[in-house]
């Protein structure tokens, strides 16, 4: 019997981009899309939409942003809203996901060492942190 492979999309939440990334199950790597702008947390919905459109996944994953000592922040709150938003508009499982580190980690695989880096590389480390959170829960 085989395993059906299932599509996932991963989202790196933030107040003014979201780093988007998919992956999938046979082979439990993910791979870096894009990144989406937000305003205070509230994407171009428009843009999600065709990204849920084009790839069609199963289930959506979604970063959660926690303080080091497992408390939450006012980010983690805007990240629950935009999960909840995506699971009632699209209709698809969403799972939230502890992301500390993943942004770090992303700067690190991407050898960006500059403590303010370039908008292009914004959307790269965006984009790679997504990639990274959705790695973490497809090999768990």
Not at 59 to 84: E, R, W, Y
Request: charged share 20%; hydrophobic share 40%; proline share 4%.
């Amino acid at each position: 019997m085989h395993a059906k492979e299932q599509k996932i999309l991963g989202f790196d939440f933030g107040m003014k981009y979201i780093g988007v990334a998919v992956g999938q199950t046979i082979t439990k790597t993910a791979t870096p899309l894009c990144s989406i702008t937000a305003v205070n947390g509230i994407p171009n919905w428009d843009q999600i939409t065709q990204l849920i459109q084009d790839w069609q996944p199963q289930t959506i994953i979604v970063g959660k942003p926690l303080n080091m000592d497992d408390s939450t922040q006012h980010l983690t709150f805007c990240a629950v809203k935009f999960a909840n938003r995506l699971r009632n508009k699209y209709k698809v499982p969403v799972e939230l996901v502890d992301e500390r580190l993943s942004t770090w980690e992303a700067k690190q695989r991407l050898f960006i060492k500059d403590a303010r880096p370039t908008a292009s590389e914004l959307t790269e480390v965006n984009a790679t942190a997504a990639a990274i959170l959705l790695e973490q829960w497809l090999q768990q």
